[in-house]
């Protein structure tokens, strides 16, 4: 009905920078927040970014100030700009969407994830 499709992750040094996109496709009315998440190796999954439909926006505090988040509507999707990347950056990061679909209501959706290795 709905699908998330990210793209973007990969192998980076610390310092570095990586940008994650991710595309909604479907049955979409409106999507409400879209958003990141993130699961590092042994940990429970955290909210890293998040953005509503009137763009107000809100981060996870270790990456205040590093990442930004964006949207294009028109095109449903968000983007998860990362700089100044750490090892504590390490992680599968999930795109996520609060999607009203069309004549079936709404859902919130997950992508597959996406590997974001921060390593020297």
């Known amino acids: 009905q709905v699908q998330l499709v990210e793209s973007g992750g990969g192998l980076v040094q610390p310092g570095g920078s990586l940008t994650l996109s991710c595309a909604a496709s479907g049955i979409i009315f409106r999507i409400n927040a879209m958003g990141w998440y993130r699961q590092a190796a042994g940990q429970e999954r955290e909210r890293v970014a998040i953005?509503?439909?009137?763009?107000?926006?809100n981060f996870l505090d270790s990456v205040k100030g590093r990442f930004t988040i964006s949207r294009n509507n028109t095109k449903n999707t968000v983007f998860l700009q990362m700089n100044s990347l750490k090892l504590d950056d390490t992680a599968v990061y999930y795109c996520?969407?609060?999607?009203?679909?069309?004549?079936?209501?709404?859902?919130?959706?997950w992508g597959q994830g996406t590997q974001v290795t921060v390593s020297s």
């Open positions: 953005i509503t439909d009137d763009e107000s926006t």
């Open positions: 996520y969407a609060d999607v009203i679909r069309r004549g079936l209501g709404r859902r919130d959706y």
